[in-house]
């Protein structure tokens, strides 16, 4: 006996689908049309009941299939109604067009074509042959115009499903066609970090292959693919999410505030929504696991073992992202709590301990993050040399033989590390 189906109530609106009264998914994050290309009649609230048919939850996609497009009675269900795991993405399955056409005022239907059904055809015969009987339409005449061109992939742009090329033949003069090339891993916020995908690709212009096909009734057929798109898949997308995060991190953007200390939130709230594209956003422990499988990371063992065997479970890791991109730990010791920074690619770390009694963590925080200041705008050769806070105890333990691929200096600054760690 298989699973009972799951059903979700959708209110359509010109400005998206609302799964309930406050979450909204925009047109632009559904496979349909771009948004200027229809309008949906108003005069009277519209309802769907959709099956659910699948959750991408590293995609935040959800995929329906609409089984009743008048489900005004369902109201009630509809305020009431929650999702378990919230979604930014919605994939609809072939819908019924002439369910669907009714509801607009406004719309193109060759545009719609991509998510339509396929209409049914009907054939009738007599088995005898004397009296054989044809009832279906004669044959349509159809114009086949094959295409093969290049398109830089700055210019394309990314859909839900899809990614949409402009191009225009010389047989159809006077239009300038959208050709969609079909791959299911696409998502509309890829459209801001197009640069990331051309160099993941290694190249900046895809090869499209497909036809078009003219019937007497000028109805345009499209049919596009490219082996470049087709190469984007989840293994694909964490490329291009690793390669966001490497020019994140070994370019960050330049803050305003003056703020030396930022957890990823904070500091992902820097970029624009649209700069950021959602494929770099991540927890502060998946962030550094990602980043140290980049090779350009020198310190990489040492901060493996800050983030894995030191720093305190119930505490989030801070950044700093000057003078260098680097990490604060946090290590609670037996009688003081101890701050570690760690820059990327550094030949030193920075150890500042506070006893543990007295003041909480986050005015701690606020200590240290007033000696980086200091550091920023000094530089480290003044800060050691000269400055000193006498609520902090102070340590530093150098990179030993770090430039050097025969001799690990890893156990000695260990052990270093640990001494001060009381």
Request: charged content about 30%; glycine content about 4%.
């Amino acid at each position: 006996m298989g699973k009972p189906e799951k059903h979700i109530i959708l209110r359509i609106t010109n400005e998206g689908v609302f799964y309930n009264k406050e979450a909204c998914i925009p047109w632009a994050h559904t496979n349909f049309p771009p948004k200027n290309t229809f309008n949906f009649n108003e005069r009277s609230e519209i309802f769907w009941k959709a099956r659910l048919l699948s959750f991408d939850a590293g995609r935040s996609l959800l995929k329906v299939a609409i089984v009743d497009y008048d489900t005004e009675g369902q109201r009630a269900a509809f305020a009431r109604q929650k999702a378990k795991f919230p979604f930014r993405n919605l994939l609809f399955s072939p819908l019924q067009w002439e369910t669907l056409e009714p509801l607009m005022n406004i719309y193109n239907k060759q545009l719609f074509q991509p998510i339509l059904e396929s209409p049914k055809t009907w054939r009738m015969t007599r088995s005898s042959d004397e009296d054989w009987v044809d009832f279906s339409e004669p044959e349509e005449q159809k114009t086949r115009i094959d295409l093969h061109f290049e398109y830089p992939l700055n210019k394309a742009v990314f859909k839900m499903g899809s990614v949409e090329v402009e191009h225009q033949v010389k047989e159809l003069p006077e239009q300038t066609l959208t050709l969609p090339i079909e791959n299911p891993n696409i998502l509309p916020e890829f459209d801001h970090v197009k640069p990331f995908f051309a160099k993941a690709l290694g190249k900046k212009k895809i090869e499209v292959h497909g036809y078009l096909e003219i019937d007497e009734a000028d109805h345009i057929e499209i049919r596009c693919q490219s082996k470049e798109i087709s190469q984007i898949n989840d293994k694909f997308i964490a490329t291009v999410r690793k390669l966001r995060l490497e020019d994140a991190i070994f370019k960050p953007k330049k803050i305003t505030v003056e703020k030396s200390l930022f957890t990823p939130e904070e500091y992902f709230e820097g970029f624009d929504e649209a700069e950021l594209g959602n494929t770099i956003r991540q927890s502060d422990k998946d962030l550094l696991t990602e980043l140290l499988e980049s090779e350009k990371i020198r310190n990489r063992k040492q901060l493996l073992y800050l983030s894995g065997q030191l720093q305190s479970q119930g505490t989030g890791l801070r950044f700093t992202l000057s003078p260098k991109f680097g990490f604060l730990f946090h290590v609670e010791g037996e009688t003081m709590d101890h701050f570690i920074w760690e820059l990327l690619n550094s030949h030193a770390t920075y150890i500042w301990s506070i006893d543990r009694p007295g003041t909480s963590l986050q005015h701690k925080f606020r200590l240290i993050e007033r000696e980086i200041n200091f550091i920023r705008e000094n530089g480290r050769r003044v800060y050691l040399d000269h400055a000193r806070n006498e609520d902090l105890l102070f340590s530093k333990v150098n990179h030993e033989n770090s430039e050097s691929g025969l001799v690990d200096g890893f156990p000695k600054w260990r052990v270093r590390v640990g001494e001060v760690l009381v």
